[in-house]
């Protein structure tokens, strides 16, 4: 078992896009593993590999509670989206900030599995939300910067301090 750090905004890499993954062995697998284990620790529904520092496209979610499922994707791609939903959205590396985003309802999505073969998944509502949300990481977007103006604008002052937290962990003592 190994926890990694989950960076936080404004780390750069997190604005990173990550790289495709071009080789499926141990790894890929431990990569996988040491994600789930930080995930669980630190009570989330997904991450994307760049959260823990690696430029690699791969993400895991575990909705199994949600009534949906757990899974890791590699380097997945949107085949289609369709409809409209709209809650609250919160991510590991804003930590403590929760806010609605439109997105679409359903999405089909193709990706490779551990194996390296390709699949394809229809998802709906929170399960959409989460994939695109995780999509999102691997091409360099948080979705703090996703959100209408108005409301970007009413949480700059939060956002800040999320930023700034960093920063200050970040200062030698
Ligand atoms: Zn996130």
Request: glycine share 6%; aromatic share 4%; hydrophobic share 40%.
């Amino acid at each position: 078992m190994a926890i990694r750090i989950i960076l936080t905004i404004p780390d750069p890499v997190l604005y990173t896009s990550s790289l495709p993954v071009t080789s499926f062995g141990r790894d890929l697998r431990n990569l996988v593993r040491d994600m789930y284990d930080t995930m669980n620790k630190a009570n989330g529904v997904g991450l994307a590999a760049v959260q823990a520092g690696v430029l690699q496209r791969v993400l895991i979610i575990d909705l199994e509670h949600q009534g949906f499922r757990k899974g890791v994707f590699i380097n997945p791609v949107l085949l289609e989206s369709s409809g409209e939903q709209r809650s609250e959205e919160g991510c590991l590396s804003v930590p403590g900030l929760s806010v609605p985003l439109t997105r679409p309802k359903k999405v089909v999505v193709e990706y490779q599995n551990l194996s390296g073969r390709t699949e394809r998944v229809e998802a709906e509502n929170l399960f959409a939300r989460a994939l695109l949300h995780e999509m999102d990481h691997l091409d360099g977007k948080v979705f703090i910067d996703l959100l209408e103006p108005d409301l970007r604008l009413a949480h700059a002052e939060e956002i800040e301090k999320i930023k700034q937290g960093i920063r200050i962990e970040a200062v030698p003592s």
